[in-house]
């Protein structure tokens, strides 16, 4: 009893114990990771249509609502969110080239993941355990093999639905045509961003009474949560919440605590997305009338349903 006491003790002296001044930084830096990620897909966008008018504010917009319902979406579902929306505020846009824009945005995400995995061994840490793999190797064996052919059936399906659009997503990757265009107007805003995730969760850490953390438990946590960001929304947040809890025991900090962090930093962080996605859908959609929208439909289905005990007297001969 005392070892759940104490645990729960960590936990509440994360929060009772709260660096204002690290944890309001910490928000501020989050909030500039949308616009200088928006920026670096609105020049993508630029290169790509170079004839039409794309501004920063509908990339800004689109960026908010895609990561709050990435919170939703599992699998980067939320990647047709802002496809969607950006397609129709650009004059002459179709959605194959503004999907490939997205792709080429995302691209970078997927070799930073790598690259974290990479450092994070490097260290002499990671949060892969890679001694457990090879001595049962068939299991992420047969999980590979099972990926790599989901992946090459959704390829060959895409490839067959894509007849006919190669042009359109050729000049979804036109920037790359143009030597160092990509690197001076797009990769220096997605470093800019990373930097910003990094300066986030180093003050958050900060802020929820881990000041002496060190720099290999920072980029582990940050691998972390890359690794696990196609998950559904409670596995993702469950899946985060145990290995942040595992990274800081390990380097000496107490359970309860890590916890306090990991809950509290998520709560925060998720609960700012939402809102400035649900502000950002508001400005740019206009009014949702949610619950209009949900009585018609719950009316209409309604209406929908046979009368049953009418159809069963009708049967009757």
Same mark, same amino acid.
């Given at each position: 009893? =005392?070892?759940?006491? &104490?645990?729960?003790?960590?936990?509440? +002296?994360?929060? =009772? #114990?709260?660096?204002?001044?690290?944890?309001?930084?910490?928000?501020?830096?989050?909030?500039?990771?949308?616009?200088?990620?928006?920026?670096?897909?609105?020049?993508? !966008?630029?290169?790509?249509?170079?004839?039409?008018?794309?501004?920063?504010?509908?990339?800004?917009?689109?960026?908010? /609502?895609?990561?709050?319902?990435?919170?939703? %979406?599992?699998? #980067?579902?939320?990647?047709?969110?802002?496809?969607?929306?950006?397609? &129709?505020?650009?004059?002459?846009?179709?959605?194959?080239?503004?999907?490939?824009?997205?792709?080429? &945005?995302? %691209?970078?995400?997927?070799?930073?993941?790598?690259?974290?995995?990479?450092?994070? *061994?490097? $260290?002499? *840490?990671? /949060?892969?355990?890679?001694?457990?793999?090879?001595?049962?190797?068939?299991?992420?064996? %047969?999980?590979?093999? !099972?990926?790599?052919?989901a992946i090459v059936t959704a390829?060959?399906?895409?490839?067959?639905?894509?007849?006919?659009?190669? &042009?359109?997503?050729?000049?979804? /990757?036109?920037?790359?045509? +143009?030597?160092?265009?990509?690197?001076?107007? /797009?990769?220096?805003?997605?470093?800019?961003?990373?930097?910003?995730?990094?300066? @986030?969760?180093?003050?958050?850490?900060? *802020?929820?009474?881990?000041?002496?953390v060190t720099l290999v438990a920072?980029?582990?946590?940050?691998?972390?949560?890359?690794? @696990?960001?196609?998950?559904?929304?409670?596995?993702?947040?469950?899946?985060?919440?145990?290995?942040?809890?595992?990274?800081? =025991?390990?380097?000496?900090?107490?359970?309860?605590?890590?916890?306090?962090?990991?809950?509290?930093?998520?709560?925060? !962080?998720?609960?700012? @997305?939402?809102?400035?996605?649900?502000?950002?859908?508001?400005?740019? %959609?206009?009014?949702? #009338?949610?619950r209009k929208q949900l009585g018609?439909? $719950?009316? +209409?289905?309604? #209406?929908?349903?046979?009368? @049953?005990?009418?159809?069963?007297?009708?049967?009757?001969?």
């Open positions: 009893m =005392s070892a759940i006491a &104490d645990f729960f003790s960590e936990f509440a +002296h994360a929060f =009772s #114990h709260l660096v204002v001044w690290a944890y309001l930084l910490g928000i501020v830096t989050f909030l500039a990771q949308s616009a200088t990620r928006s920026r670096a897909w609105r020049n993508l !966008l630029v290169a790509t249509f170079p004839g039409s008018t794309v501004r920063w504010r509908d990339a800004y917009g689109a960026t908010l /609502v895609t990561r709050g319902a990435g919170i939703f %979406l599992p699998m #980067h579902g939320e990647e047709a969110v802002r496809i969607t929306m950006m397609k &129709d505020r650009i004059k002459g846009a179709s959605t194959a080239a503004v999907a490939a824009t997205a792709g080429v &945005d995302a %691209l970078f995400d997927v070799i930073l993941t790598v690259v974290l995995l990479g450092v994070s *061994a490097w $260290l002499g *840490a990671s /949060v892969v355990k890679w001694h457990e793999i090879a001595a049962h190797p068939l299991k992420p064996i %047969l999980f590979a093999a !099972l990926v790599l052919a390829f060959i399906a895409l490839r067959r639905k894509a007849r006919g659009l190669g &042009d359109e997503l050729r000049q979804g /990757v036109v920037i790359f045509k +143009h030597r160092g265009e990509y690197t001076r107007t /797009v990769l220096g805003w997605q470093l800019a961003d990373f930097t910003l995730q990094l300066a @986030t969760l180093y003050l958050m850490l900060v *802020a929820f009474g881990f000041a002496s920072v980029v582990l946590i940050r691998t972390a949560q890359r690794v @696990t960001v196609s998950l559904p929304g409670f596995l993702e947040a469950g899946s985060q919440q145990a290995m942040i809890v595992a990274i800081l =025991s390990q380097v000496g900090f107490p359970a309860g605590a890590a916890l306090g962090f990991g809950f509290g930093s998520k709560i925060t !962080l998720s609960g700012l @997305t939402v809102v400035l996605a649900l502000s950002a859908a508001r400005i740019m %959609l206009g009014p949702l #009338h949610l018609e439909r $719950l009316s +209409h289905a309604f #209406h929908a349903i046979p009368p @049953t005990r009418g159809a069963l007297r009708a049967q009757r001969p």
